[in-house]
Nanobody
Framework: QVQLVESGGGLVQAGGSLRLSCAAS????????MDWYRQAPGKQRELVAG???????NYADSVKGRFTISRDNAKNTLYLEMNSLKPEDTAVYYC???????????????WGQGTRVTVSS
């Protein structure tokens, strides 16, 4: 019912920048929260950045000052601007949406299929 399409991943040199996008489509009543997670080989998935319905953001300590999460409410699109990339940022990045589908208060979680970011030194 709700689909997330991610784009923007790729290979970049250390110190470079990438902009990830996650476009949501479907019958979304409202978006409660939008987040970016990442998972590197051999590691657990971790929260990178999040933004709630009020616009409040939070970041993992490892990306503070380098990454910026934002959204375009009119397009139901989530962005992650990544600057000063480091090899340790290499991972598959997943977008996550927590949404309401109708007037009820029930929340639903949806995940993108991931986009790979590789940072070379």
């Amino acid at each position: 019912q709700v689909q997330l399409v991610e784009s923007g991943g790729g290979l970049v040199q250390a110190g470079g920048s990438l902009r990830l996008s996650c476009a949501a489509s479907g019958s979304i009543f409202s978006i409660n929260a939008m987040d970016w997670y990442r998972q590197a080989p051999g590691k657990q998935r971790e929260l990178v950045a999040g933004i709630n319905s009020g616009g409040s953001t939070n970041y993992a300590d490892s990306v503070k000052g380098r990454f910026t999460i934002s959204r375009d409410n009119a397009k139901n699109t989530l962005y992650l601007e990544m600057n000063s990339l480091k090899p340790e940022d290499t991972a598959v990045y997943y977008c996550h949406l927590r949404v309401r589908l109708d007037v009820s208060l029930r929340l639903y979680d949806y995940w993108g299929q991931g986009t790979r970011v590789t940072v070379s030194s």
